[in-house]
């Protein structure tokens, strides 16, 4: 059973709604039409495109920082933007997940940083510590042209044991190799994606 949102009886939610409707127009009312409901499968939030699922946890936690409106506004226009592009149904034809949901969440805080760019005094969409955020790889790429980025990306492979050092079975490891993936983890991570369809807050 979902337990529904009303944002109006929260005033951090109405808040963060109001600046919405004054710098995200479109965003706003994107959110105006999905179902909100607590959620604690996400560290702050997700969403599938029809439902905008919000961890109370996180928002806790947000309320706690020293923007609490500005960060919990970020929240919401990131999910927003993921429902605007319909990420959930584009990036849910793509073979790995997490590398969709992490080129998804690269586009969409190019995006906010954009809008923010365009504001003078202050940003009224702060992004939120740890968020995958570099403008340079997004560029102008779509969700899918970055995600076949990230995929032909070469892993960076730690240097070879020094030494001779023994392996686990005896032997003499031959590459020194530790995982298979060193590439920054998703916030929203593989559940979030499942939820997204793409995923892909968050975190």
């Not at 079975?169 to 991570?189: A, E, F, K, T």
Request: proline fraction near 6%; aromatic fraction near 8%.
């Amino acid at each position: 059973m979902k337990t529904e949102i009303d944002f109006t009886k929260i005033p951090v939610l109405a808040e963060a709604m109001a600046r919405l409707q004054r710098f995200a127009p479109s965003a706003y009312i994107c959110l105006l039409g999905m179902i909100w409901v607590w959620s604690t499968a996400f560290p702050y939030g997700a969403t599938d495109g029809r439902y905008l699922y919000l961890s109370p946890e996180g928002l806790d936690k947000l309320r706690r920082t020293s923007n609490p409106v500005g960060y919990i506004a970020f929240l919401l226009l990131h999910e927003a933007l993921h429902g605007t592009l319909n990420h959930g149904v584009r990036l849910s034809k793509l073979k790995t997940h997490k590398v969709a949901n992490e080129a998804a969440d690269y586009v969409v805080n190019s995006i906010i940083r954009m809008i923010n760019s365009k504001v003078k005094g202050y940003d009224p969409f702060p992004l939120i510590e740890g968020v995958l955020d570099d403008p340079g790889l997004a560029g102008d790429y779509s969700a899918e042209e970055l995600y076949t980025i990230l995929m032909n990306k070469p892993t960076p492979q730690p240097d070879p044991p020094q030494g001779g050092q023994q392996g686990d079975d005896g032997q003499q490891g031959d590459d020194g190799q530790q995982g298979d993936d060193d590439q920054q983890g998703d916030q929203q991570g593989d559940q979030q994606g499942d939820q997204q369809g793409d995923q892909q807050g968050d975190q």
